[in-house]
Every structure is written in structure tokens, then in C-alpha cells.
């Protein structure tokens, strides 16, 4: 099964295939733990969603990369690859992960390989350094403690606190007519 990337080209998309078996075949790849919820990657710098854990194809803890198979319209994929230079790279042709937002550089994306390196083959390489993760339902979050007297607003409460909103407004009206006939009455009494 592959699935299909956009990469923009000159205002129109060209679409390419990722094959999912790359991330199988080697041994460096980690699966992601069961316990763990799912994840929301965001850009490091200006934090728009790049993707999730429901596209996760492993990690590389010797190149502090984690690895996705699918990616979100926020990240632009570079139009001109390039021989990587870095000693563990060697001969490697890659293009650049930018964020569309604040144009930060993300990671790489894995053209042609060497045969070492080919469970990265078409596989998109974030940088953690580069990059945050929301966790959803982690344990970090609280659920907001609430006093006997405290309920949350529902539909009924609601139209509860709406009726005496209205008994309120009339009894408010009501003494203010009554202190409009008290002022008048003093007025005339001390006119005469």
C-alpha cells in the first residue's frame, strides 16, 4: 500500500507515492509504544500541526530524526535535491522539510539512498530538535475540580439561570418605579 504526497511545483502539485515497506525493513526503526496516546508534531518555531502519530514510521535515536509517512499541507517539501554532505549520509540525495509558516527548516526527505539507509527511502525525517509534540490525554492535563455549588453549565441549568435573570429584571423595574413615585411624592410635599 502507498500513500501520496503533494509537492508544489511552480503553483501546481505533482504527486508522488511513499511506500509504507521502507520503514519495515530495518532494525533502527521503533515503533511507537501502545501506551502511549496519539501525538500531534508541530513546527518548533511558529507550533503549526505537521503531522501525527497515526503516520508514524519510526525513529533514529542516532540522528535524532523521527520518521512519518504522511504529512500535513504545512510543510513544504524542496523542490531541488541535494548530495547530503554529512559523513553518515554519504551519497545520499535529499530535499528539505520547511515549515510553509515561518520557513524554518524541519528536516529531510530521503530521495536515493545507500542500501544502510534505504528504510528511509521516501520517508519524511524530522529533526526533533526542530519540531514539538502534543500528546493528547496526556497526564499533565487537570480536569477542573468544582465546589458543591458549582455545576456545569448544561441546558437546564441554563434556563434555570435564565428565569431568574427575568424575575431579577421585572423586581429591578418594579423598585425602580417604586423610588420614581417616592421621589415624586417628596417633591410635591415639599412644594407646598
Known amino acids: 500500500m502507498a500513500d501520496k504526497i503533494k509537492v508544489a511545483d511552480d503553483c501546481s502539485y505533482k504527486t508522488y507515492s511513499v511506500c509504507e515497506s521502507a520503514a519495515d525493513s530495518s532494525s ?20 503549526l500541526p505537521i503531522g501525527d502519530s497515526l ?22 517539501i524542496g523542490k531541488e535535491p541535494f548530495v547530503s554532505g554529512t559523513r553518515k549520509e554519504f551519497g545520499c540525495l535529499v530535499v528539505n522539510l520547511t515549515c510553509c509558516g515561518c520557513c524554518s527548516e524541519l528536516g529531510i526527505m530521503y530521495i536515493s539512498t545507500p542500501i544502510k539507509l534505504d528504510y528511509k527511502r521516501s520517508l ?24 458543591g455549588e458549582d455545576k456545569p453549565v448544561t441546558l437546564e441549568y441554563q434556563n434555570i439561570v435564565e428565569e431568574q ?11 425602580g418605579q417604586r423610588l420614581l413615585e ?6 410635591c410635599s415639599s412644594g407646598k
Open 182 to 187: 417616592i421621589e415624586n411624592n417628596l417633591q
Open 55 to 76: 503516520s508514524w514510521a519510526g525513529g533514529d535515536d542516532e540522528q535524532n530524526q523521527i520518521m512519518l509517512k504522511r504529512i500535513s499541507d504545512n510543510v513544504v
Open 124 to 147: 519524511f525525517c524530522f529533526d526533533v530538535e526542530n519540531i514539538e509534540s502534543y500528546v493528547v490525554g496526556s497526564p499533565g492535563q487537570r480536569v477542573p475540580e468544582l465546589d
Open 28 to 47: 533502527r526503526v521503533e515503533e511507537v509504544g501502545e501506551s502511549d496516546g496519539p501525538a500531534v508534531f508541530m513546527c518548533g518555531k511558529c507550533k
Open 165 to 175: 435573570m427575568t424575575e431579577i429584571k421585572s423586581l429591578a423595574v418594579i423598585i
